[in-house]
């Protein structure tokens, strides 16, 4: 798992803060200096930070759990979609659908509506609907597939949130604090950190800095899907193996049996 180096966070521009008047006192800790009314931040401790939740992230995934990626902001979209799909994580691009977490099983019912509606283009139902009730259809079916396409595979509650700009996602983030899902964020000069339990200071505008952050995080991620996997094949092996090994035994009481049976003829003579 690489981290990404000081001087790849500085070009990717990670470092820049907000304007000081709109600075929030609480992230006065991860800011290293003021240079032209803007607000630097410590590129030290976000390498640290991206490191911490990065291992934690890897861990979440080689269990096998499901971490939400939230972003709706346009700078974060195409990397969101891109990151997280690789790794075949759950993700919200579009609006937050209020309720998503905390009333999840309206939202699957939602989900379950879309599969219900491609069973009818598969069956021929579709076929038979006037060309009113086709279009209704078809544009209810691209608006779920818009808002919630993307986390059609989320049976359940995700383990984790990851943030791109709490402030911006704040709905998403109380949601995930009421439930007690651990939520990692990248968070900016002028956000609240106080609801995240991994915080990730750094630009949350630039798509550059939020690209070499989500670059670090999925990789980490990539490698506890591949360790787990790996676990599983080996897993598998010695369960194939143990019979094998337990064929002596009960080949030997075979052997004793058959002895047995040979040798009451030649007692009873």
């Known amino acids: 798992m690489a981290t990404p180096t000081f001087d790849q966070l500085l070009e990717a521009g990670c470092h820049f803060g907000h304007l000081k008047r709109k600075w929030n006192p609480a992230m006065a800790p991860y800011i290293f200096m003021e240079r032209n009314g803007i607000h630097i931040i410590d590129l030290y401790k ?143 000069t002028n956000s609240n950190p106080a609801d995240i339990d991994y915080i990730i200071p750094a630009n949350d505008d630039a798509s550059k800095s939020i690209e070499v952050i989500l670059d670090a995080v999925t990789a980490a991620m990539a490698e506890g899907l591949e360790e787990r996997k790996v676990e599983k094949i080996d897993a598998q092996e010695d369960k194939d193996a143990a019979p094998a090994e337990g064929e002596a035994p009960a080949r030997r009481r075979r052997v004793r049996r058959n002895e047995a049976v040979t040798a009451t003829p030649a007692n009873e003579e």
Do not use: C
């Not at 075949?88 to 219900?116: C, D, H, Q």
């Not at 949601?175 to 939520?183: H, N, Q, S």
């Open 46 to 188: 976000t390498s640290a930070k991206i490191e911490e939740a990065a291992n934690a992230l890897k861990q979440l995934a080689k269990s096998g759990k499901k971490v939400l990626f939230v972003a709706t902001k346009k700078q974060a979209k195409e990397a969101i979609e891109s990151k997280a799909g690789a790794i075949n994580m759950p993700y919200v691009t579009e609006r937050w659908p209020g309720g998503m977490l905390t009333n999840f099983p309206t939202i699957r019912k939602a989900i379950k509506k879309m599969s219900t509606i491609d069973k009818m283009e598969k069956d021929g139902t579709f076929d038979n609907l006037s060309k009113r009730e086709k279009l209704q259809i078809s544009r209810q079916r691209a608006k779920l597939e818009k808002n919630l396409g993307s986390i059609a595979d989320l049976g359940r509650l995700p383990s984790a949130l990851f943030v791109v700009d709490v402030m911006k996602e704040h709905i998403a983030v109380a949601e995930a604090k009421r439930l007690g899902i651990p939520v990692f964020a990248i968070v900016d």
